[in-house]
């Protein structure tokens, strides 16, 4: 089958299966298969040298049965509509899932953030929420980061908001620095939820995670911090990557090192003793654990059956399409689904949103084993329906984040 999938159409396929599979009836499946709100505004600013430039900003509030609208904004270039609706939809299912009280959404700016300057961001980035605040708010949307943005990009959303409001309100972002109300371990949370659903695969698995070997896609937020907490319990890195290529070192990399040596030169690649790979010869390496976090549809029909790893954790969203889901499944090898894999970051954002609401906040330890009880838990639940279905981990984590949002749909009714 020939594979001319846009990210929206996978979306829009899985909610169908689940939809089926858990007998949910037309109308059900119609609502939950479009969002409630689709933003498209013009951000005009002024650049460092006195022109203006115009981008293109998105917001797509997807379904808040559950809880206020939350999800990331990302600043990439030829991000589409489309595209950041189906994050959102992702976004609801993985809230769900996590069982934490909030809804999805996803934003974005089309824009290559390497070509603007710090003060452009900054302007780009407040002129931005100022034109969609009426639709923001601790209560109705919470922005977080995603690709390309991070927590001094929260810090400006939430600045503005609050100067837009009168009032400072912390609680209208999460991923901000922890100087300003973030909270401790959110920057490590997505790539420490990673390696938390690695453990507890690896039980039912029978894979010996000392001394096991894992090759990373994509060496920013997600990449690095689930190489650091791989580490952290006793396996080897092998590979990293970024943009511009990847690296491999069959005895493990020194990943403080690797990230110091990319902060001198821009790449990962030339860091001594290894060997310079593509991103694709990444993807394909004889290794125990594959965490693709970078971007999506990397793992298709075109190199699926060429994936030696025993399980493939999904940091990114949609890194894997439908047709190469299948191929993994039918290779027994284990795929842990990104709306469980990378639901750390949005669970320790709710962390993050409760310590503002209560003014409070929370020592590490305390975050940390709450990310981990969290993750097991989702973990467990999803194992649940594996087991009671027999199917792969993406049907049965997408029956429970579908199913627990529809039971909230039915329950609150439709009003008039
Ligand atoms: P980031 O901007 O910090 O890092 C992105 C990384 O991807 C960089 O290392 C970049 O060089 C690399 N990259 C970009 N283009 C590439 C290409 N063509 N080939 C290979 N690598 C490429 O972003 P992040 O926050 O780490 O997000 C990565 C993925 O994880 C995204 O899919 C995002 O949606 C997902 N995610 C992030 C979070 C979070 O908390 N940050 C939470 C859940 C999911």
Redesign the pocket.
């Known amino acids: 089958m020939s594979e001319e999938h846009t990210p929206l159409t996978v979306a829009q396929s899985q909610l169908k299966l689940a939809s089926k599979k858990l007998g949910l009836d037309s109308g059900m499946h119609k609502m939950l298969s479009q969002p409630k709100r689709s933003i498209s505004v013009s951000i005009d600013i002024r650049m460092d040298n006195g022109t203006v430039d115009v981008f293109n900003g998105l917001r797509v509030q997807h379904w808040d049965a559950r809880g206020p609208f939350k999800g ?1 904004i ?1 600043y990439y270039p030829n991000i589409t509509l489309e595209e950041v609706t189906a ?1 959102a939809m992702l976004m609801t299912w993985k809230c769900a899932i996590a069982n934490i009280p909030f809804g999805g959404a996803k934003g974005g700016i089309c824009v290559d953030s390497k070509k603007l300057s710090q003060h452009e961001l900054e302007r780009l980035t407040r002129r931005y929420v100022s034109l969609i605040v009426e639709y923001l708010g601790p209560h109705r949307d919470i922005p ?7 927590a001094q990009t929260m810090a400006w959303i939430m600045d503005t908001y609050s100067q837009l409001k009168g009032y400072r309100i912390p609680e209208s972002a999460t ?1 901000k620095p922890v100087e300003i109300g973030g909270s401790w371990g ?1 920057i490590e ?2 790539g420490r939820g990673v390696i938390h659903c690695v453990k507890q695969a690896s039980v039912n698995n029978g894979l010996k995670l000392k001394g096991a070997s894992v090759a990373i ?8 911090q689930a190489a650091v907490a791989a580490q952290e319990i006793g396996c080897k890195v092998v590979a990293v ?4 290529g ?1 690296i491999y070192c069959i005895d493990g990399l020194n990943i403080p090192d690797v990230l110091a040596h990319k902060e001198k030169t821009q790449t990962v690649q030339g860091y001594k003793d290894c060997k310079n790979i593509t ?1 694709e010869e990444l993807l394909e390496l004889p290794c125990d654990v594959l965490i693709p ?4 549809n ?1 793992i298709t029909y075109k190199n699926a059956d060429k994936i030696k790893a025993r399980m493939v954790a999904e ?5 894997t399409t439908p047709e190469a889901d299948k191929i993994l499944y039918e290779k027994e090898i284990c795929l842990i689904p ?1 709306i469980l894999a ?5 669970t320790v ?1 709710y962390f993050e949103w409760v310590q503002n609401l209560t003014r409070e906040q929370w020592p590490l330890e305390m975050v940390n084993r709450k990310l981990e009880e969290k993750m097991t838990k989702a973990f467990n639940d999803v194992e649940a329906i594996v087991a009671k279905e027999e199917s792969d981990m993406r049907t049965g984590a997408l029956m429970l984040g579908v199913g627990r949002v529809a039971n909230a749909i039915k329950v609150l009714g439709l009003w008039p």
Do not use: E, I
């Open positions: 990331g990302r994050l977080a980061p995603d690709m390309y943005t991070d991923g959110r949370a997505t896609q994509g060496f920013g937020n997600v990449g690095y990557s970024d943009s511009t990847g991103n976090a970078a971007l999506q990397q940091g990114a969203n949609g890194p990104d990378n639901s750390g970051g949005v954002s």
